[in-house]
């Protein structure tokens, strides 16, 4: 950057723009939240999937999909609160476009497999719940791990 005419060149704002990306997915790796609680967020959302297939006419399954819940809301503030205590402020609405457009994917991909895990055992077969909250489960963990921040990023490849 030439400080006498406050202008920067091509070159120098290319690698200004690589080396913040660079920043925000180093900073994205170092804040996602621990595999533990990762697990622990999936299994209680598989769990109320679990349970609102296996439902029918008030039974018990009602009861786990109260405590999956209950167990999910816990995870989650424990997962805000630690990282409060970090200083870094969870964001939970999407801001942009694209990630609005993604959310909104990713809830009706959520939504049919809880209606279809439902539906199909209605039907007759038996083994869809177990199929939908492990597809559920699954499919949240690896977005919480791959996408911490809700953010789809570019990875950079490196070839060593």
């Given at each position: 950057m030439n400080n006498e005419k406050e202008t920067i060149n091509k070159e120098e704002?290319?690698?200004?723009?690589?080396?913040?990306?660079?920043?925000?997915r180093d900073a994205t790796k170092s804040f996602r939240m621990p595999l533990l609680l990762?697990?622990?967020i999936s299994l209680s959302y598989s769990l109320i999937i679990f349970s609102y297939g296996m439902s029918e006419h008030g039974n018990m399954?009602?009861?786990g999909a109260l405590i999956g819940g209950a167990a999910f809301f816990i995870f989650v503030a424990f997962y805000v609160y630690?990282?409060?205590?970090?200083?870094?402020?969870?964001?939970?609405f999407p801001k942009g476009k694209k990630r609005i457009i993604n959310e909104l994917v990713l809830a009706v991909i959520f939504g049919v497999i809880?209606?279809?895990?439902?539906?199909?055992?209605?039907?007759?077969?038996e083994f869809?719940?177990?199929i939908a909250a492990l597809i559920a489960?699954?499919?949240?963990?690896?977005?919480?791990y791959k996408y911490p921040t809700g953010e789809y990023m570019t990875m950079?490849?490196?070839?060593?």
């Open positions: 704002a290319a690698a200004t723009l690589k080396s913040l990306a660079s920043f925000k990762i697990m622990l399954w009602g009861l630690t990282f409060r205590l970090l200083g870094i402020k969870p964001s939970f809880i209606i279809a895990g439902r539906e199909f055992r209605l039907l007759g077969f869809s719940p177990h489960g699954g499919l949240l963990a690896y977005l919480l950079e490849k490196k070839n060593d």
